[in-house]
């Protein structure tokens, strides 16, 4: 055993009997000098391990023994007792037993530093009264062996698990089931045994109904979401449990009971499995927990690493989640300073993408949102920014690129922008929102993010919703014809991946799943599209779940135009002028908790009605077209327009992501292909 940690300077006036006399009355004086003289042990000083050793500390317990072999970074600060600013790079056993020594400089105390593992086991239980599993919950090996070795050596152990808002524990003792025939570990693959844990601590599964967003749990790469709470509870429930061990007071209810708690929905349970998880409801449990946790992992969030350290890598890394049409990401960088970025821009050509109308209007939007984003995200690193509009070249039928120059010089008054922690959170949303009408301080704040450049008007009555949203069905009915748009259909759907960082999933588009299969197999082949269109009312459903369902379940429409002195040869600039304002207007309304969807199709359709393009269907945009005049006039002056409101509680388990910024930065390892 490595030696105890030196108490170091005098005591200072310490005193046991002083320091925890107010424990008296709920244990006796006696018992108190018998938690004095026991040991406990502890393996994890992370979330629940670090909490453990406080509360056993403060309880008078004497005699320690932590171990673990991390260091605290900032991602424990959420949970974990000795996670700080000052503790980050620092070993997690040592700052842990600094903590308890400051509490009880008498307390004999060992650390093992490296961890524990089948090497150091008897030297870590050696003279132990009890064992409290503080290990990480995917440590599922290390913990097997554990609570076997403390079996063998009749040390009584207890593990209790952080669940949502919640705890479960279960404590083994010698004489009891042993950890191996509760959980049925053995044969497994890790996956399993995973999931095995999860089933066999939480029967009940009481923390289910508000797991808000699945995609955060993936037991394929061991992530997990936590909460503080959740861990102070294990540390009251584990001391408690302690004390009725050490003293031998009470009664102790051991495996096969399971106990849990649900602060959050204020339930209890106490529960015996007879068999543990091989009993024919646990193992039913057990089998639907297989497929589920695999769908999970198979729909979790990505996580990646920072593409570079450096302030500009930093500012595009939080950059690339400005909102482009399709999630094409049509932007690359060249880092070509310390300050300065040049955004290479490709705009394709109509001929090749039919959303791409009036010489890439929405593209050039999208530079808008980016340029703001980027802005934005300067502001976290006290940067300034700026831009300039260097040019054009025409590429022909493959589209055009634009080139814009973006200075970010350091500016040590600068503070962080209050739309900066939205950046990664704003996203479309396409299912029915709340009719409960914008307050008047909403539409407020969001004109003001606008910055009074353009005209924004609001579309809020019922009439008004339906008139519009009729209008977004009959741009549906037309892309969903069109030989043109089927081409970009295909490929934008990604049918995959829930998280796609690279098109629109298709589980994100807002129709209901037997919708979803339907359109799926349709779109396999244009010849079923266009049977289904011509004989069965193939875009009926589409129209409906797609458009007036949720033109009419909002707070409304907004449609966002130039003000008449505005002229046309200003553009790009014009054009990206108003997405740096549409940028900030939605990440307000993203920080008021307002959801939005763009619907720019009618805008598509209706330009290409006025200019009488040349494309399929011209009887259906030309009748499109005129309709569009009606509601917003006969110029082109309409910019932008979307859909508005309160959203309804729905678990995010589909969205668009990004690629990571390697892909994206021109010249780097991993770069994605030149824009020209």
């Known amino acids: 055993m490595p030696p105890p940690i030196p108490a170091g300077s005098p005591l200072g006036g310490f005193d046991y009997r002083s320091a925890f006399r107010r424990n008296i009355g709920w244990i006796t004086e006696h018992e108190q000098q018998t938690l004095r003289h026991k040991t406990v042990a502890v393996a994890g000083m992370g979330g629940v391990g670090g909490a453990h050793v406080l509360t056993l500390t403060r309880l008078g317990v004497g005699g320690l023994r932590i171990a673990d072999l991390d260091r605290f970074e900032v991602a424990n600060f959420n949970r974990q007792t000795g996670a700080f600013l000052s503790t980050v790079g620092l070993e997690k056993a040592a700052v842990m037993g600094q903590m308890v020594r400051d509490i009880n400089p008498e307390l004999r105390l060992g650390v093992f530093g490296q961890g524990v593992h089948e090497g150091n086991l008897d030297e870590f239980l050696s003279g132990v009264d009890l064992f409290v599993d503080g290990l990480d919950f995917f440590a599922l090996e290390i913990r097997s062996k554990m609570f076997r070795r403390c079996a063998e050596l009749g040390i009584p152990a207890i593990t209790a698990a952080p669940i949502g808002f919640g705890s479960s524990y279960i404590t083994f003792l010698p004489s009891g089931m042993s950890f191996e025939e509760y959980f049925r570990f053995q044969g497994l693959s890790k996956e399993r045994q995973y999931v095995n844990f999860a089933v066999g601590l939480t029967p009940q599964g009481f923390h289910r109904s508000y797991l808000v967003d699945p995609s955060r749990l993936d037991l394929t790469h061991q992530r997990g979401p936590s909460t503080a709470a959740a861990v102070q509870l294990c540390a009251g429930i584990v001391g408690t449990e302690a004390v009725k061990i050490l003293l031998e007071r009470g009664k102790v209810y051991a495996a096969p009971f ?96 039919v959303y791409e109308y009036a010489n890439g209007q929405p593209t050039l939007l999208s530079c808008g949102f980016l340029l703001e984003t980027i802005r934005i995200a300067a502001s976290r690193f006290e940067r300034a920014m700026e831009w300039t509009y ?81 209008l977004c069905a009959r741009s549906t009915d037309i892309r969903l014809r069109l030989p043109e748009a089927y081409r970009v259909h295909t490929r934008i759907l990604d049918w995959n991946r829930r998280f796609s960082p690279e098109g629109v999933p298709a589980a994100a588009v807002g129709v209901d799943p037997m919708t979803l299969r339907l359109m799926r197999w349709l779109l396999r082949d244009w010849l079923r599209i266009d049977f289904a269109n011509r004989f069965l009312a193939g875009t009926l459903m589409p129209q409906i779940q797609l458009d007036l369902v949720p033109g009419l379940f909002s707070a409304g429409y907004f449609v966002v135009s130039r003000k008449h002195e505005m002229q046309l040869k200003e553009e790009p600039v014009t054009l990206l002028r108003a997405g740096e304002c549409l940028q900030r207007f939605w990440l307000t309304a993203t920080r008021l908790g307002l959801a939005m969807q763009p619907a720019l199709a009618p805008l598509c359709f209706a330009h290409y009605g006025r200019i009488g393009a040349p494309l399929s269907g011209r009887s259906k945009i030309a009748k499109l077209a005129r309709e569009a005049a009606g509601c917003f006039g006969q110029d082109a002056t309409v910019l932008f327009m979307g859909r508005i409101g309160m959203p309804r509680p729905k678990t995010a388990n589909a969205r668009s992501i990004r690629r990571n910024t390697a892909y994206l930065i021109t010249g780097s390892t991993g770069a994605g292909p030149d824009p020209l």
């Not at 570079?308 to 399709?326: K, M």
């Not at 634009?402 to 040590?412: A, G, Y």
């Not at 003001?448 to 924004?456: K, L, Y």
């Not at 579309?459 to 008139?467: F, G, N, V």
Request: proline fraction near 6%; include cysteine.
């Open 258 to 353: 399971y106990h849990q708690f649900d602060a959050y929905r204020g339930r209890w349970k106490r529960g015996c499995l007879r068999y543990g998880n091989a009993g024919p409801l646990q193992s039913l449990k057990r089998h639907v927990g297989y497929r589920a946790f695999a769908r999970l992992s198979q729909n979790a969030w990505p996580e990646e690493p920072p593409a570079t350290t450096s302030v500009i890598g930093a500012i595009l890394d939080l950059a690339r989640w400005a909102p482009s049409g399709d999630n094409a990401q049509p932007w690359r960088f060249e880092i070509v300073g310390d300050d300065k970025v040049v955004v290479h821009l490709h705009v394709e050509g109509e001929a090749k993408n």
């Open 390 to 470: 260097l040019g054009r070249d025409d590429l022909g039928s493959e589209g055009v690129h634009h080139k814009i120059e973006v200075t970010l010089p350091t500016d040590p008054t600068i503070r962080e922008d209050p739309l900066c922690p939205y950046i990664t959170i704003r996203s479309v949303n396409r299912w029915a929102y709340r009719r409960r009408p914008l307050t008047r301080q909403q539409k407020t704040e969001l004109e003001a993010a606008m910055g009074g450049e353009f005209r924004i008007e609001w579309r809020e009555t019922l009439a008004a919703r339906w008139k519009l949203a009729r």
